[in-house]
Nanobody
C-alpha cells in the first residue's frame, strides 16, 4: 500500500522558491513512477512533472519547464518538487501521485495513489 503525504507548501512572493516534499510510508516506493499535479480554484487538476521509478527520466509541463525540478530519493521514499521563480499563476493546491504504469505518464487517471495536497500561494 502506498500512502503519500505532501509538505512544504506556503505563502511566498513572486520570484521566490519553494521545495515540496512527498513522502511514502511504504517500501514499495521505488516500484512507482511519481508525478506532481496542481489544481487552482475553479480549474481542473493539471500535470506538472513526473519522474520514472529508477532511471531518473523526467518530463515537465511547458508552463514550468526551466523553473521546476522533480527529483526522488528512493532510500528516503520521497519525491521532491523544487520550484523557482514562482509566479502568481502557480498558486494552487499541489498533489503528488504514484503510478505503476510504464512508460512515464502525464495522465492523472493513470496514477493509482494520491496525497492530500499542499497549498502554494504566490503573491504579486
Amino acid at each position: 500500500q502506498v500512502q503519500l503525504v505532501e509538505s512544504g507548501g506556503g505563502l511566498v512572493q513572486a520570484g521566490d522558491s519553494l521545495r515540496l516534499s512527498c513522502a511514502d510510508s511504504g517500501r514499495a516506493f521505488s516500484s512507482y513512477g511519481m508525478g506532481w499535479f496542481r489544481q487552482a480554484p475553479g480549474k481542473e487538476r493539471t500535470f506538472i512533472a513526473a519522474i520514472s521509478r529508477s532511471e531518473g527520466k523526467t518530463t515537465y509541463a511547458d508552463s514550468v519547464k526551466g523553473r521546476f525540478t522533480i527529483a526522488r530519493d528512493n532510500a528516503k521514499y520521497t519525491v521532491y518538487l523544487q520550484m523557482n521563480s514562482l509566479r502568481p499563476e502557480d498558486t494552487a493546491v499541489y498533489y503528488c501521485a504514484a503510478t505503476s504504469r510504464v512508460p512515464l505518464t502525464t495522465m492523472a487517471d493513470r496514477y493509482d495513489y494520491w496525497g492530500q495536497g499542499t497549498q502554494v500561494t504566490v503573491s504579486s
